[in-house]
């Protein structure tokens, strides 16, 4: 690990699961932490969220890169008693169960400060430590719907759609990495830890804090931001046009051979144009469907308007400014061939052979871990007999 990465020496225990806790703590050893994760025998079940390719998924990957794993069972004397051990020697210890789970296994805040008093500690819950709803069950989907979100996505019907992506979970993710991130420098300036108590809900709330102000001011019926905008249906797929100011929205009806719609006294200032939009846009939609995509984009941008053709995965993988920027390097993984991993802003690219790039199997790296706290080979066969400890997947146990 490079020693002048910005959290080289900080230690992390990261007992978390499924995704927006993994993707913190992921970010923390991208940028130098030594990730400690601790999961059941069984593995983190953000493991089986997708397709699995033995232990692995595409969502283990990519929220779990840079990170050596330790399998246990907390269920177990001894296995909680390795935890409680990691937990007392660790800068930041990060979780993502319920309340009152951890402190189960004498391992919640107040327990690991007893033993390690300038701990940074984050939780990561669906709606927080306190308060009516603290104790449900939550899902990604069940928070888009609770914080409005789904709202802003309706199919053609007006029905309120989720995401098809777990968008606050990854959200939360980055909104605990930068908690965590200014914790730790607080740590290291003054010697104080604390505790950070990361929800879901929250961090929905937050990224969507103008969307919630604007409902609020305009009394549930936010206007639009300019028109013309959106999805426009082609002769043979979607392009996405943005007609933000007044040279945009000329430029495009010159575009289209409307130059009539730029002079209509009906739309001639974006206040207009907000005003009749649902008079305007069918007008600008009808327009579009004479043209292929690729006709549309050229022209429009040409013309200095706003416009994308609306990709799929594979167009994006394939797209000629993407490779030019090398915005998403193909890195081979241990055991699953050459996958693209999209380079995140601020952290050195990905690249086959680093440690960075490399998701840990399950108990992959129990024996080191335990070695470095100080365990002998004795002691970590006699975990392994008693089904405390588990190793690399696909191995067998080594009790069996």
């Known amino acids: 690990m490079t020693d002048d990465l910005p959290f080289s020496g900080i230690k992390v225990f990261d007992a978390t699961q499924g995704v927006a806790g993994p993707h913190a703590t992921m970010l923390l050893a991208q940028y130098g932490a030594d990730v400690t994760k601790v999961e059941p025998l069984e593995g983190d079940w953000g493991r089986t969220l997708g397709k699995m390719y033995g232990d692995l998924c595409a969502h283990a990957i990519t929220f779990n890169r840079g990170k050596k794993s330790v399998a246990l069972d907390l269920k177990t004397a001894e296995g909680k008693a390795i935890a409680q051990k990691l937990a007392s020697e660790a800068d930041v210890v990060v979780e993502s169960f319920r309340p009152g789970v951890m402190s189960r296994f004498g391992l919640g805040y107040d327990d690991v400060k007893k033993s390690n008093p300038n701990v940074v500690y984050l939780s990561v819950t669906g709606f927080g430590q306190s308060g009516p709803y603290s104790k449900l069950p939550v899902t990604d989907s069940v928070i888009q719907a609770f914080s409005g979100w ?14 098809g992506m777990i968008a606050v979970d990854v959200m939360t993710g980055l909104y605990a990495f930068q908690a965590l991130s200014t914790a730790i420098l607080k740590q290291v300036r003054f010697g104080k830890g604390q505790y950070i108590d990361c929800s879901l809900m929250q961090s929905a709330a937050a990224f969507q804090a103008a969307k919630v102000m604007e409902y609020h001011l305009e009394q549930g019926e936010p206007q639009v931001l300019y028109v013309p905008v959106g999805t426009m249906k082609t002769k043979d797929g979607y392009l996405n046009v943005t ?4 040279h945009h929205y000329t430029g495009l009806c010159k575009v289209l051979g409307r130059d009539d719609l730029a002079k209509d006294p009906r739309y001639d200032s974006r206040e207009k ?3 009749r939009e649902k008079e305007l846009m069918p007008i600008v939609r009808a327009e579009f469907l004479k043209r292929t995509t690729e006709e549309w984009a050229k022209d429009l941008t040409e013309a200095g308007v706003m416009n994308a053709k609306v990709n799929t995965y594979d167009d994006f993988m394939k797209d000629e400014h993407v490779a030019a920027v090398g915005g998403l390097p193909w890195v081979e993984h241990q055991g699953m061939g050459a996958l693209p991993m999209a380079n995140i802003p601020g952290i050195e690219p990905f690249a086959t052979g680093s440690a960075m790039s490399e998701c840990p199997h399950v108990g992959q790296q129990t024996r080191e871990i335990l070695a470095r706290a100080g365990y002998t080979e004795a002691e ?3 975990l392994a007999a008693k089904k405390a400890i588990g190793f690399e997947y696909p191995t067998k146990q080594a009790a069996e």
């Open 150 to 163: 789904m709202t802003l996505h309706r199919d053609a019907e007006g029905v309120p759609m989720r995401s």
């Open 273 to 275: 144009r907000i005003a």
């Open 243 to 246: 007609a933000m100011r007044e």
């Open 380 to 382: 970590i066969a006699d």
